[in-house]
T-cell receptor, first 113, second 112 residues
Framework: EPEVTQTPSHQVTQMGQEVILRCVPISNHLYFYWYRQILGQKVEFLVSFYNNEISEKSEIFDDQFSVERPDGSNFTLKIRSTKLEDSAMYFC???????????FGPGTRLTVL | GENVEQHPSTLSVQEGDSAVIKCTYSDSASNYFPWYKQELGKRPQLIIDIRSNVGEKKDQRIAVTLNKTAKHFSLHITETQPEDSAVYFCASLRSNDYKLSFGAGTTVTVRA
């Protein structure tokens, strides 16, 4: 069964550094998402992406964040200048056309020191 | 925006007993309600979902019920087994929307 994959599984970075989190959605899916989960808290929506543009974003997704689909398979989340409070598990998800079901990747644990 | 509340936060049951997790939502435009199971260190996995035009859905030992009037939905696990131990999240999605709104999660422990 196809699955969403994410790399790396764990990223440690210094405050102020840029990070890029990578995701490979399920191949025939058209909608892509990023969520994050701070330790002990709810999973929170960050952004959705369709047809090469952002379709919706939350208030968390400020100018420090950007998303890109650089080729036909990858979907990336960039945090330009990381802050301590960006430390969280970041989940990528994807869904197909005419379905609401979102399938999640295994997550990238981001630790900002 | 949508607010999803989930209870209880932890649930311990004896193997073979039933487990029930309840969620409420605030936005009457929500029409899709998935449940995810997350084992330690693994991805959230969809285990069952329900749409607002259905009151109940069952898949083997798992069932979900939805009360649109009261804006609440519940997950029922019967004949629990140790492998049911995990964190369970409810979520909701509004029609023509993209973002899932999640509950805070319930840690279920099945005692052998």
């Amino acid at each position: 069964e196809p699955e969403v994959t994410q790399t790396p599984s764990h990223q440690v970075t210094q405050m102020g550094q840029e990070v890029i989190l990578r995701c490979v959605p399920i191949s025939n899916h058209l909608y892509f998402y990023w969520y994050r989960q701070i330790l002990g808290q709810k999973v929170e929506f960050l952004v959705s992406f369709y047809n090469n543009e952002i379709s919706e974003k939350s208030e968390i997704f400020d100018d420090q964040f950007s998303v890109e689909r650089p080729d036909g398979s990858n979907f990336t989340l960039k945090i330009r200048s990381t802050k301590l409070e960006d430390s969280a598990m970041y989940f990528c998800a994807s869904s197909g056309l005419y379905t609401d079901t979102q399938y999640f990747g295994p997550g990238t644990r981001l630790t900002v020191l | 925006g949508e607010n999803v509340e989930q209870h209880p936060s932890t649930l311990s049951v004896q193997e073979g007993d039933s487990a029930v997790i309840k969620c409420t939502y605030s936005d009457s435009a929500s029409n899709y309600f998935p449940w995810y199971k997350q084992e330690l260190g693994k991805r959230p996995q969809l285990i069952i979902d329900i749409r607002s035009n259905v009151g109940e859905k069952k898949d083997q030992r798992i069932a979900v019920t939805l009360n649109k009037t009261a804006k609440h939905f519940s997950l029922h696990i019967t004949e629990t087994q140790p492998e049911d131990s995990a964190v369970y999240f409810c979520a909701s999605l509004r029609s023509n929307d993209y973002k899932l709104s999640f509950g805070a999660g319930t840690t279920v422990t099945v005692r052998a």
